[in-house]
């Protein structure tokens, strides 16, 4: 009985211990639970934040970036052609060599014919016999109508130095022409520059075997080409044939000279469009008084695009476009969703492409929307969300 006294103060602290030891796992197990339930709470809500696309919107332009169209084009001389003999012979002398400037009459080269030259002399000769033939056949007509009249020939005599003056007149006429053929044949031994230009072939030389004509076996002597003024020759697609009008104005350029712009004018087209290529041939006429602008050059053909209306059009970014069956879409946002609009394509800018309907410049267009998109789906702005990030 003497111990109970000394035991109950133990067993006290010890009920205090074990009491503490419960509330304190009491309270770790309290804020454990709350503390996963916050996590829970937290992980759903970035969750739910992430699955939000974010999208980043831009408004469309009003005007179009660029009201021209821009082709390549062949450079081609305004007049070329290949000078080719009259007369068959031996090159005698030649007076210009490739890259010489030569005015209309400049005697290019001599063409030695020695046979010409024999036939020519032979039918001048044939010409003076026939002539001499004819003033005694006009003496014999003269002589014969007058002897007719006194009654002292008959009239066959007549008839008959008609005849033989007649025929020796022919006989003259067929003589001249052919002396007056030879002697342009003969004319034709000096070739002689058809207009202004610049030599860019020579091909043949002092002694060379030299053929009349164009025929398979003829070649060419010289090649002259003016290029005061050149043609340059581009392909117009189909769907810009607007552009084309006879007497418009063009610039081209060439990479050659960066900067340098050569004023021309659209003068001509073949008024069919390609069946193959699906483009109109076009002429436009460009002033070369310094001569950069070279036959056979590559070069860039500038054309106004004509207002066709759209006066209401707004460009957008290519990347901007949605292509559905249904026809060409872009994603707007409306009320923090998308909203896919159909749009009427215009013009195609390369980066940007021309919007005739369906949009205006006031409209929120997303860039780059994933092909999953649909209509209402929850979107958020890039610019808000950088702002949500923000510490």
């Not at 005015?103 to 010409?116: F, M, N, T, W």
């Not at 022919?170 to 044949?185: C, F, G, H, N």
Request: glycine letters at 8%.
């Amino acid at each position: 009985m003497a111990d109970s006294p000394a035991a109950s103060p133990l067993s006290r602290r010890g009920a205090i211990a074990l009491a503490a030891i419960a509330l304190l796992l009491g309270l770790g197990i309290y804020f454990g639970v709350r503390g996963r339930d916050a996590a829970e709470t937290a992980l759903a809500e970035v969750t739910q934040e992430t699955a939000v696309p974010t999208v980043e919107v831009v408004h469309p332009e009003g005007q179009p970036p660029d009201q021209q169209i821009v082709l390549p084009g062949n450079v081609q001389a305004f007049e070329d052609t290949p000078i080719y003999a009259r007369a068959s012979g031996y090159l005698k002398r030649w007076y210009f060599d490739i890259g010489a400037a030569v005015k209309r009459g400049d005697l290019l080269a001599e063409i030695e014919s020695p046979e010409l030259d024999q036939q020519a002399r032979q039918a001048r000769a044939d010409l003076a016999t026939a002539e001499a033939n004819l003033a005694v056949a006009d003496s014999n007509w003269k002589r014969n109508q007058a002897l007719f009249k006194n009654g002292w020939v008959s009239a066959q005599a007549r008839d008959t130095a008609l005849g033989a003056y007649n025929a020796a007149k022919t006989t003259v006429a067929s003589k001249q022409a052919d002396d007056q053929r030879l002697a342009q044949m003969q004319a034709y031994e000096k070739v002689y520059a058809p207009f202004d230009g610049i030599i860019t072939a020579r091909n043949t030389d002092i002694g060379a075997l030299i053929d009349a004509g164009a025929n398979a076996s003829a070649r060419a002597l010289f090649r002259l080409s003016s290029i005061k003024k050149v043609r340059v020759f581009i392909a117009v697609p189909e769907m810009d044939r607007r552009a084309v009008r006879t007497g418009a104005a063009a610039s081209v350029t060439l990479d050659e000279f960066p900067g340098t712009v050569f004023p021309g004018k659209v003068v001509r087209n073949s008024n069919a469009i390609d069946p193959v290529s699906r483009t109109l041939n076009v002429e436009i006429d460009a002033d070369n008084p310094d001569g950069k602008l070279l036959p056979g050059a590559y070069a860039f053909v500038h054309l106004a695009l004509p207002d066709d209306g759209h006066a209401a059009s707004v460009t957008v970014p290519a990347e901007a476009l949605i292509f559905r069956k249904e026809g060409p879409r872009v994603a707007l946002v409306r009320d923090g969703k998308a909203k896919l609009v159909a749009i009427k394509i215009g013009r195609d800018y390369g980066n940007k492409v021309e919007v005739v309907a369906g949009l205006g410049p006031e409209d929120e267009v997303i860039l780059d929307p994933s092909d999953s998109l649909t209509d209402g789906t929850t979107v958020r702005l890039r610019s808000e969300a950088l702002v949500r990030s923000a510490p």
